[in-house]
């Protein structure tokens, strides 16, 4: 008489953002009785909600790329196929300090495709345009060599500093919070490099990347779309692909314990031991999905090898929503929203989203004549040192309301505000800095050497829910068929 196959086993999950509940759900695809540990008291990570004058908002990550699928699949198996909608027209603004200007649309971190483009050539002038232009003329080896290269170092080497300061800057800092001096281009844009090698300058290498993106409702290779579009959201916010994680976890018998901040990891000769909430748990696969410093800390004394390669914290961001009271941001006077220069004077935040005017179902559900405009601040400047800038939620809001009323040309007070809110997110965005991919990657060796172990999320993956979602569902893949 033959036996039933064994199952797999138990599997820890340790942390409860976007990688942790999608390793969860894969490792209990593959057979695995599966606990997730969250040391918080809400699932999602950067991927949260929050409730601002009786609208439900997202509080982290709002959009996700789609220059791949790997969001979009996500949420067709999660039943929200037919949720995921593309930001209205109008695309962003940068804020230079000579006043604003529309960002160019064939961009990739605000890289242009074609330098001699009329947006491009509004915001870089014509000798800017010029020495940008001789990005077609230097050899491919030029900024796509085998050693570790800044965002700036090849911006600035191929395309001269115009680009870099009034495109390129901007677009980093409001997406990563950084200096693009500090991060390093595979991390931050992979494939660009090789696609210079491939394709023999920058400007063909952004086109081509422009080329291979999709946006909801439209085919690739079409004229191109107004900067900020190549993204798409979730009619209700990004946050509902949470409920559904969560609610689809827990139809597949999956462990989920909040509040159960894991202190200790440890190896007995049988299993992985996870010390949280008083009690010691026990996988044959362990997961660790919290960001870098916190994975390497947790890790160190059972995989010696991993000790001393902490990666650098990432920044410290603060986003401060305003659900406003004013008809005359109607008219949308910067589209979606604006991404701020860092030299520009006067103004602190670095990017601005004025939320209603980038999605429909956002505007219809705070009605006519009202708007959620978000503000963020916090940004890691060339020394590595964050600038002090407001501090307490009362200079937050202070800030936004100055800094709203000088990006949207619409004076905007106290008294236009039905709602506000900061929320703070202490270092929980990846910070990508030269040399963090090598250590990444040797961090990753010294875990598989080990055996049953996995790290994901931003932090190895790269910033942004495409990027996470891709690689969390490879690494587990990989850790089931070991």
């Known amino acids: 008489m033959g036996s039933s196959p064994a199952k797999p086993g138990r599997a820890l999950v340790v942390g409860g953002g976007i990688s942790g509940l999608l390793s969860a759900r894969e490792l209990a695809a593959a057979g695995y009785e599966v606990t997730v540990l969250e040391a918080g008291t809400a699932w999602g990570g950067c ?44 695309g962003a603004w940068v804020q230079l300090p000579d006043g604003p200007r529309e960002l160019p649309r064939t961009g990739v971190l605000g890289i242009p495709a074609n330098p001699w483009d009329p947006e491009v050539r509004r915001t870089l002038g014509i000798l800017g345009s010029l020495r940008a232009s001789l990005d077609r003329l230097l050899p491919a080896s030029v900024g796509a060599g085998a050693g570790v290269t800044s965002v700036s170092a090849l911006v600035r080497a191929r395309m001269g500093s115009r680009v870099l300061e009034r495109l390129v800057s901007p677009v980093v800092g409001g997406v990563h919070s950084a200096d693009p001096g500090l991060l390093d281009v595979d991390m931050v844009a992979p494939g660009l490099r090789a696609g ?119 920044p410290d961001v603060k986003l401060v929503t305003l659900v406003l009271d004013k008809p005359e941001l109607d008219r949308r006077p910067r589209g979606t929203g604006i991404l701020v220069a860092p030299q520009t004077p006067g103004i602190e935040a670095k990017a601005l989203t004025h939320a209603t005017g980038k999605w429909d179902w956002l505007a219809a559900a705070a009605g006519p004549g009202h708007h959620v405009v978000r503000l963020s601040y916090g940004r890691v400047d060339g020394a590595s040192a964050q600038p002090a800038g407001p501090g307490t939620d009362d200079e937050l809001f202070v800030a936004a309301l100055r800094d709203a009323s000088a990006l949207l040309d619409v004076r905007i007070s106290g008294e236009d505000v039905r709602g506000w809110d900061v929320v703070r997110w202490r270092g929980a965005l990846p910070f990508a800095a030269v040399g963090h991919r090598a250590r990444a990657a040797e961090i990753r060796q010294a875990c598989t050497a080990a055996g049953g172990l996995a790290v994901v999320g931003g932090w190895v993956a790269g910033n942004g829910l495409a990027a996470v979602v891709a690689d969390t569902r490879e690494q587990i893949g990989r850790l089931t068929a070991a």
Do not use: N, Y
């Open 196 to 314: 210079l090698r491939r394709h023999g300058s920058l400007a063909a290498a952004v086109s081509a990347q422009r080329r291979g993106a999709g946006t909801p409702g439209k085919a690739p290779g079409s004229h191109p779309a107004k900067a900020g579009s190549a993204v798409a959201g979730l009619d209700g916010g990004m946050h509902t692909l949470v409920d559904a994680l969560v609610a689809d976890l827990r139809g597949r018998g999956v462990t989920l314990l909040l509040g159960a901040a894991a202190t200790t990891i440890s190896r007995s000769p049988a299993d992985w031991l996870v010390q949280a909430a008083g009690t010691t748990f026990h996988g044959a696969l362990l997961v660790v999905a919290v960001e870098g410093p916190a994975a390497v800390g947790l890790l160190e004394q059972a995989v010696p090898a991993v000790a001393g390669k902490k990666p650098a914290a990432g």
């Open 47 to 90: 991927v949260g909600s929050h409730t601002v004058a009786g609208l439900t908002l997202d509080s982290g990550a709002e959009s996700f790329a789609t220059r791949s699928d790997a969001v979009a699949r996500l949420c067709a198996e999660l039943g929200l196929g037919g949720k995921i909608v593309p930001p209205r027209p109008g």
